[in-house]
Each structure stands twice: as structure tokens, then as C-alpha cells.
């Protein structure tokens, strides 16, 4: 509606025009300033002003609302990120709907036509050279923003958004057999091995590991509660005799704090993907994903004849139930039986110069006989 014009000639500031949507005046005026970033300021707020007092209706900005939305939900990381960006190593904000929305000053701007835009801009191809698939698209642009454009609705902002949705099903059933996990654990530091192989016994989501506090675990009782959860509903959890004899190792002496500690001893601020990345490239792994030791717990819980709704119950997909969440810090003795179901996994994490001499884990393959076979390398390093 109203457009910034940098300096020209005797102009020495940012100008202002346009027209005024409701006494339709022209609008021709000095911001005062030859600073862009504070003349686009003043312009947005003259512009918003302007719309305020358009058929008196309320007017927000999409960075406002999706920041307000955020502090208002609190969503997980991975949808925190879909929305205002990650850091990357060079100070820049990756792409998120912050970035792709910077510049709509009114939220009821943003229709079909601008997200077209945002899937032929942004979602052609991958990083890793293949085209996005229709549920990637959903999740990183269609769902996070219906939700903060139905959050600015419920406030009188706009009308509640409706963007076509394509039907799709990429539901994964990709799971590590028992050589892949026990390749993946070879080559992962030990302080991610840790986390992966308490995921392989617990099945819960990466976020739930990361978050889990010393206080919530009773190793005596072979029992832990999740507190940070996808419905924010705490969640007990059943730990394998394997598990016990994990955290005993990785709390030591410890009586507070989280569980799980980078290499450098703090807290996870995000999930420790450069490190899964590089493991499964050690170990020769192809299409596994994080989330895919989710289902891996849960296929070895089944081979293992246990009932399904053990794991329901342990991975959290059983219905809510308000007793249970109250007293979820109390052992279910049927549960634990069934989890010790789980054979153990021959694996101790080793201290780190140990894993460095024996190659990182890494994997390599080699001809014999016709016939690929892998070894692990186990070259010593200086």
C-alpha cells in the first residue's frame, strides 16, 4: 500500500507514498531519515495505523503473530524452527516461515496465490538434490501456517485460512535390523551412542531423551517419566535391565540436571543431527532416519511376542488418560516385564580415545568372491 523511495537528488531522506484506504488522500511525505531499516519502521507504522482504521478492523503483521503464536503454544524445536529459522554457523536464519513471510504487513495478505509463490520459490529441491515430497511441503509450510493464521483468526486478525492440501501417505516403516544398530552404534561418539541406544529400548521421540531430568529416573525401580511430551502429558516409562546399567554409567555421580549431556557437558539445545549424519555415514547406512529407532524399538517389541499395547503404552500412542498422567511416576510392573522381552544389544559405550583407535566404527566395503561384505575398519589412528 504505502512504498519507501531512497534519496535522489536534493531528497536527502527515505519518502513515503501511496494512498490513504480510507479518506483515499495521497500520501507524500519524508520519513526524516536516510537509514533504510528505520524508515521501513516508520512506514510500517504508518501503514498499520492506516489499516487500523480501515472499516475499523484490526491489522497484525505475519513476523507479530507467528512470534506471538510461538510464545502463546510453545511448540517442539523441529516446529520452532519451521517457523522462526535455526542460526546457521554464519549468523544467517535458515529458511522458515519468518523469512518467507517477512514483508506482509497485514496477515490477511497471505492467500493461495502467495504460498503457490513459497512452494515454487523455496520447495523444488532438496539439499540433497531430489524433489520435495507432499508431506514435507505440508509439514514445513501448509500445517505451521494454518495454525498461526487460525491463532491470528481467533484474535479478529483474518478470517480463518483454508489452502488446498494434497493427499499423500509417506508413513515410513524403515527400521534397523539388529547388524545396523549394532554398525550404527560402533560408529557413533559415545556420547550419542547413549542416546541412541537408550531410543532403541524406550521408543520415545529424540526431543523426549534430550529432555529428560535426572530427578524423573528410579533406576531402582527400573522406571522413568517423561515430563516434556508431543500433548504435554507426562509419561511413564519402563527401563530395560540394559538401560539401568546405560544411565548408572552416563548420570555418575550426578543429582540434578538433564540425563543426556553433549561431549562438552551441557544440555542439548537442539537434536545432535551432525553427529547421527556422520554416524550412519561411518556405518554405511542409507535412508535411516532419526525417528526410524522409534520404529525399530517397536518392531523388536513385537518379534519379541510382546502385546502391542505394551508399546503403545511406552511410545505414548495409547489414548490420554488423566489418572495415568497423574500417577505416572508409578512403576507398571507388567510393563517392565514386557520390555525386558527386548534381547540386549552387544554394546558398551567405549571412552573416546578408545573409539578413535579402533577407526570411529566406520565401516568400509570390499569384493570377495563376488560377493559385498563389510568389515569394520579397525586401523588405529595417530
Not at 549394532?182 to 551412542?193: E, K, M, Q, T, V
Not at 556405518?283 to 525417528?291: P, Q, S
Request: charged residues 25%.
Amino acid at each position: 500500500m504505502l512504498k519507501l523511495f531512497p534519496p535522489k537528488g536534493n531528497r536527502k531522506t527515505y519518502y513515503i507514498r501511496g494512498t490513504d484506504p480510507v479518506t483515499h488522500r495521497r500520501i507524500d511525505q519524508s520519513t526524516g531519515t536516510a537509514v533504510y531499516k528505520i524508515a521501513k519502521q516508520i512506514r510500517d507504522r504508518l501503514e498499520k495505523e492506516l489499516l487500523n482504521g480501515l472499516l475499523g478492523r484490526k491489522v497484525i503483521s505475519f513476523p507479530e503473530i507467528a512470534v506471538q503464536y510461538v510464545e502463546a503454544v510453545k511448540p517442539g524445536p523441529t516446529a520452532r524452527d519451521v517457523i522462526l529459522g535455526w542460526q546457521r554457523a554464519d549468523g544467517t536464519i535458515g529458511p522458515c516461515l519468518l523469512t518467507d513471510f517477512a514483508d506482509v504487513a497485514d496477515v490477511r495478505q497471505i492467500d493461495q496465490a502467495r504460498v503457490n509463490t513459497i512452494i515454487r520459490t523455496r520447495f523444488q529441491l532438496t539439499k540433497h538434490g531430489r524433489p520435495y515430497q507432499p508431506g514435507s511441503i505440508m509439514r514445513a509450510l501448509i500445517v505451521p501456517l494454518t495454525a498461526i493464521l487460525n491463532h491470528a483468526a481467533t484474535q479478529g486478525y483474518c478470517d480463518n485460512p483454508h489452502f488446498l492440501r494434497q493427499r499423500y501417505n509417506d508413513k515410513r516403516v524403515r527400521y534397523g535390523t539388529a547388524d545396523e544398530c549394532s554398525r550404527l552404534l560402533a560408529a557413533s561418539a559415545p556420547h550419542a551412542a547413549a542416546i541412541w541406544l537408550f531410543a532403541m529400548f524406550i521408543g520415545d521421540r529424540i526431543s523426549e531423551s534430550l529432555n529428560l531430568q535426572i530427578d524423573d529416573v528410579y533406576l531402582e525401580n527400573s522406571w522413568a517419566v517423561i515430563r516434556d511430551t508431543k500433548n504435554d502429558t507426562p509419561r511413564g516409562i519402563a527401563l530395560h535391565a540394559q538401560i539401568v546399567e546405560l544411565l548408572r554409567v552416563v548420570i555418575g555421580e550426578r543429582n540434578a540436571g538433564y540425563v543426556f549431556l553433549t561431549d562438552e557437558g551441557l544440555p542439548y539445545e537442539t537434536t545432535p543431527k551432525k553427529a547421527w549424519y556422520g554416524a550412519c555415514e561411518r556405518a554405511g547406512m542409507r535412508n535411516f532416519h532419526i525417528h526410524d529407532l522409534r520404529h525399530t524399538f517397536a518392531t523388536n517389541l513385537l518379534v519379541a511376542g510382546v502385546d502391542v499395547r505394551f508399546a503403545e503404552k511406552q511410545m505414548g500412542h495409547a489414548g490420554k488418560n488423566a489418572m495415568n498422567s497423574r500417577y505416572a511416576h508409578a512403576p507398571d510392573l507388567e510393563l517392565i516385564a514386557a520390555i525386558n522381552r527386548l534381547p540386549r544389544v552387544a554394546f558398551e559405550i567405549p571412552d573416546y580415545r578408545t573409539w578413535a583407535r579402533t577407526g570411529y566404527g566406520r565401516v568400509e566395503p570390499r569384493q570377495n568372491e563376488g560377493e559385498t561384505i563389510t568389515s569394520v575398519q579397525s586401523r588405529r589412528t595417530s
